[in-house]
């Protein structure tokens, strides 16, 4: 049988661009997403115009 997934993530690198300086696997997830979301929006705002 497989084992059964973890219901948290260790890295969340698959998904989101992980930010080079910051060891976000230590970082709660709350604050993962808010630090990846700001950077996310900013990298798309400069992307865009």
């Known amino acids: 049988p497989q084992k059964k997934q973890q219901p ?3 890295k969340r690198q698959d998904t ?5 300086s910051d060891p976000i696997e230590d970082v709660p997830d709350e604050a993962v997403q808010k630090e990846l979301g700001d950077s996310l929006v900013r990298a798309a705002t400069t992307a865009s115009s």
């Open 8 to 10: 948290r993530k260790p």
């Open 16 to 20: 989101q661009v992980p930010q080079p």
